[in-house]
């Protein structure tokens, strides 16, 4: 068995692994469901781009599932204070996501425009609203949550639904959905050819300048504007989990002491920044592969720049600071973090394996044509 420390790192970097894989490859379905009703100006359009994910789209859901479970198991007590205190935030990313199975499987068995038309909503309220919402909960997370323990040890939230949308969790939404919808535009650009494409490219510049605007945006609000949290007191990272054995204190710039500490950290902003930029540049020339890969760099350092400076926070308290929940204090056993370690290391890569096996088999352009000729089978 690894040791208890040891796994505690490996487990927070396994989360933001899952995460990240969640937010790359169900990322691009979103992205491009949220594109829907703006790229297809007719119903042969709209059905080329639900062509070109929906015979995959609910196998990318895994890694949300996954993602979710991992967070259960690793973090129970996260799981429970998040998904208790955030639970109509949570209901409302489940209620978005039930459009899109139904949207795909009846969308096109009744040819009624209103119909049509009614499901292509649905499907653009499955893609835009999840990323919207996750982004806004990392927002309130480098602000604080409002919780507390008991001496027992049970979660009290005083917040509400209305106050997590407030201006910067706003703004970090918006980075999350414009990220999702960029990466969605890069690889409906890959899929497709024509005026689709010409379309695809066109909502790439523009939600690439707004995912580059708005995470500059945050991260220099982060900065001047929003002090972050600092554990004071000693931390032994083999020891066993209590939350509220520790000292934290609030101070300004504190979430950059990561990165003050360990420059090399600093590669990440720079990926996500570089990963747009590239993927714009890779997608005009029609390299639309290798920009596609490039967005998912962009996605990889954005999400790995939240993480790198939150850590070792996993879920700060605005309530009372020495309640936060951290990678030392919030985690299960140390057999069940081994054991839960090895079955992911047999696993996942047979989900990495299978994902690219049904990426090369789908992985050709969708056209009019196509549709038009398997008219009973496509979507």
């Known amino acids: 068995m690894l040791d208890y420390e040891t ?33 297809g100006r007719n119903d042969t359009e709209r059905r080329v781009v639900i062509n070109t994910i929906g015979p995959h789209w609910d196998g990318n859901q895994v890694w949300f599932i996954t993602a979710g479970g991992a967070i259960f198991a690793a973090w129970p007590l996260v799981y429970a204070t998040a998904f208790s205190g955030l639970y109509w935030a949570m209901l409302a990313v489940l ?22 038309s009614t499901w292509d ?7 835009a609203v999840p990323p919207l919402i996750f982004g806004v909960a990392f927002g309130n997370l480098f602000q604080g949550v409002p919780f507390s323990f008991d001496d027992h040890l049970v ?23 414009a990220m999702i919808t960029f990466h969605g535009a890069i690889y ?48 032994d990272g083999a020891a066993l989990p ?45 390299r639309t592969l290798a920009a596609f890969w490039a ?27 020495n309640a936060s929940l951290t990678v030392w204090d919030s985690v299960s056993s140390q057999l069940t973090l081994n054991i839960m370690l090895w079955a992911t290391l047999i696993f996942m890569p047979l989900i990495v394996l299978y994902t690219s096996w049904a990426y090369r088999v789908m992985g050709g352009k969708v056209t009019p044509a196509y549709v038009r000729e398997n008219s009973h089978s496509a979507y």
């Open 7 to 39: 796994l505690k790192l490996i487990w927070w970097l396994l989360v933001g692994v899952l995460l990240i894989g969640f937010a790359i490859m169900d990322g691009h379905d979103m992205g491009v469901g949220t594109l829907l009703p703006f790229v």
């Open 95 to 116: 209620w978005a996501l039930f459009f899109r199975p139904v949207g795909f499987d009846y969308r096109s068995k009744i040819h009624d425009p209103r119909w049509r």
């Open 121 to 127: 909503w649905g499907l653009f309220v499955g893609g």
């Open 155 to 177: 979660s009290t939230y005083s917040g509400s639904f209305w106050a997590l949308l407030n201006p910067f969790a706003l703004l970090t939404g918006v980075v999350s959905t």
């Open 188 to 235: 409906l650009a890959h899929r497709t050819q024509g005026e689709i494409q010409w379309r695809a490219l066109r909502a790439a510049g523009f939600f690439g300048g707004l995912t580059i605007l708005s995470f500059a945006a945050a991260g220099l609000w982060l900065w001047l504007a929003i002090p972050g949290y600092v554990i004071q007191s000693a931390v």
């Open 242 to 286: 209590n939350p509220l054995g520790k000292t934290v204190i609030r101070e300004a710039g504190a979430w950059f002491a990561n990165y003050r500490a360990q420059p090399a950290t600093a590669a990440l902003p720079l990926a996500g920044i570089a990963g747009v930029l590239a993927a714009q540049m890779l997608a005009r020339r029609g």
């Open 295 to 321: 967005s998912a760099l962009a996605i990889a350092g954005i999400i790995g720049t939240a993480g790198a400076a939150l850590f070792p926070f996993v879920m700060p308290s605005s309530l009372d600071p």
